[in-house]
């Protein structure tokens, strides 16, 4: 297959900070392996054998683990954005690695179930220059909107709008001609939405929509990816890279879970992690090395590499820095954040957004 992977994957994640600070986001234990270990192995299945992943932050943690990708049934070459660039830089500062005549291109924070051969496919029968998978979502007006024409052809690219023309918006992947992305300017910061999309628009280019209505979150927000790891263990959102059985939870090999307690929802627990007797997570991820003591509930939240949930302490909807410890009978809920190497005494309720 004529075509490469490209996998935009700089950005520092400062929305899922702290559990960012440690490692980027798509380097973050996604259903117990990195969320882009995921999406390489759907490239994989989809036919594509070569990957370049535009790295930025903490660039040398994506080789470290990747390596020339052969463990992973893709070679893998790296390039690194010196400077922030916006997407259609990170996409122009890839050119000179890619291989074939047409590049696959991913926002590395998706996680998608559209079908990549039939996003390939529409793009070859539709001889077009770029296309872009579209979604629909119930509430588009947080979105850039993408109306199309009823032979598929893109209108318009929409900033997001308090009363949106239409409910398809810009999903995050997209199939670009080799010469498409050869034309964007090099060597400077390009929005590919609110540059390259509307100057090819208005040079005559062909720009097309694939409407795929499968499974589609981004994880840039704790809650988004407590939720997407959940989906990926309860199967409602795919990938051939999950490390073991899976259902309502997957257990690490390592990982010692009492057999009086109970780990639902599409929950993951790390490797090394220890939860106590009686103690409940729910849609929930461990990091490896996480310690949940006896009595304790962790719903819809994130533990962070060696934290310590105390005795009796309700954990619901929060994010738990690495190596933070949280006292017994602590209740942390709406959205805390504790930062790596926090204590947080025993007793109280905290509802703090940063401790």
């Given at each position: 297959?004529?075509?490469?992977?490209?996998i935009?994957?700089?950005?520092?994640?400062t929305?899922?900070?702290?559990?960012?600070?440690?490692?980027?986001k798509?380097?973050l234990?996604?259903?117990?392996?990195?969320?882009?270990?995921?999406?390489?192995?759907?490239?994989?299945?989809?036919?594509?054998?070569?990957?370049?992943?535009?790295?930025?932050?903490?660039?040398?943690?994506?080789?470290?683990?990747?390596?020339?990708?052969?463990?992973?049934?893709?070679e893998?070459?790296?390039?690194?954005?010196?400077?922030?660039?916006?997407?259609g830089?990170?996409?122009?500062?890839?050119?000179?690695?890619?291989q074939?005549?047409?590049?696959?291109?991913?926002?590395?924070?998706?996680?998608?179930g559209v079908?990549?051969?039939?996003?390939?496919?529409?793009?070859e029968e539709a001889?077009?220059?770029?296309?872009?998978?579209?979604?629909?979502?119930?509430?588009?007006?947080?979105?850039g909107?993408?109306?199309?024409d009823?032979?598929?052809?893109?209108?318009?690219?929409?900033?997001?709008?308090?009363?949106?023309?239409?409910?398809?918006?810009?999903?995050?992947?997209?199939?670009?001609?080799?010469?498409?992305?050869?034309?964007?300017?090099?060597?400077r910061?390009?929005?590919?939405?609110r540059?390259?999309?509307?100057?090819?628009?208005a040079?005559?280019?062909?720009?097309?929509?694939?409407?795929?209505?499968?499974y589609?979150?981004?994880l840039?927000?704790?809650?988004?990816?407590?939720?997407?790891s959940?989906?990926l263990?309860?199967?409602?959102?795919?990938?051939?890279?999950?490390?073991?059985?899976?259902?309502?939870a997957?257990?690490?090999?390592?990982?010692?879970?009492?057999?009086?307690?109970?780990?639902?929802?599409?929950?993951?627990?790390?490797?090394?992690?220890v939860v106590?007797?009686?103690?409940?997570?729910?849609?929930?991820?461990?990091?490896d090395?996480?310690?949940?003591?006896a009595g304790?509930?962790?719903r819809?939240?994130?533990?962070?590499?060696?934290?310590?949930?105390?005795?009796?302490?309700?954990?619901?909807?929060a994010?738990?820095?690495?190596?933070?410890?949280?006292?017994?009978?602590?209740?942390?809920?709406?959205?805390?954040?504790?930062?790596?190497?926090?204590?947080?005494?025993?007793g109280?309720?905290?509802?703090?957004?940063?401790?």
């Amino acid at each position: 297959m004529n075509v490469d992977a490209v996998i935009l994957v700089g950005g520092r994640g400062t929305r899922l900070r702290p559990l960012t600070l440690s490692a980027p986001k798509p380097m973050l234990p996604t259903a117990g392996v990195p969320f882009l270990t995921h999406l390489i192995g759907r490239i994989r299945e989809a036919g594509v054998g070569h990957v370049v992943l535009g790295t930025s932050y903490q660039a040398e943690v994506f080789e470290s683990y990747f390596g020339d990708g052969s463990r992973f049934g893709v070679e893998i070459d790296y390039v690194v954005e010196t400077e922030p660039l916006g997407t259609g830089g990170g996409i122009r500062n890839v050119a000179s690695r890619l291989q074939g005549e047409r590049a696959l291109i991913f926002n590395g924070d998706v996680l998608s179930g559209v079908d990549l051969r039939a996003l390939l496919a529409r793009h070859e029968e539709a001889r077009a220059d770029v296309t872009l998978y579209l979604t629909k979502v119930s509430d588009p007006r947080a979105f850039g909107c993408v109306p199309t024409d009823p032979d598929g052809r893109v209108s318009a690219f929409l900033e997001k709008d308090p009363d949106p023309v239409t409910d398809q918006i810009n999903a995050g992947t997209y199939v670009f001609e080799r010469a498409v992305v050869e034309s964007i300017p090099a060597g400077r910061p390009v929005s590919v939405e609110r540059e390259t999309f509307p100057g090819l628009l208005a040079s005559g280019a062909r720009i097309v929509g694939y409407v795929d209505l499968g499974y589609w979150r981004d994880l840039g927000r704790p809650s988004d990816f407590v939720a997407g790891s959940a989906d990926l263990v309860r199967g409602i959102a795919p990938s051939p890279a999950l490390p073991g059985p899976c259902g309502e939870a997957l257990v690490l090999p390592g990982a010692d879970v009492a057999p009086s307690a109970r780990a639902t929802g599409g929950s993951t627990v790390g490797a090394g992690c220890v939860v106590g007797p009686d103690a409940v997570l729910d849609g929930s991820v461990l990091f490896d090395g996480a310690r949940v003591a006896a009595g304790a509930t962790v719903r819809r939240s994130v533990v962070g590499f060696g934290a310590v949930v105390g005795e009796g302490a309700v954990i619901e909807d929060a994010v738990i820095g690495d190596r933070a410890r949280i006292g017994a009978r602590v209740e942390l809920r709406a959205g805390v954040r504790v930062w790596p190497d926090v204590a947080v005494p025993d007793g109280g309720i905290r509802f703090s957004s940063d401790l």
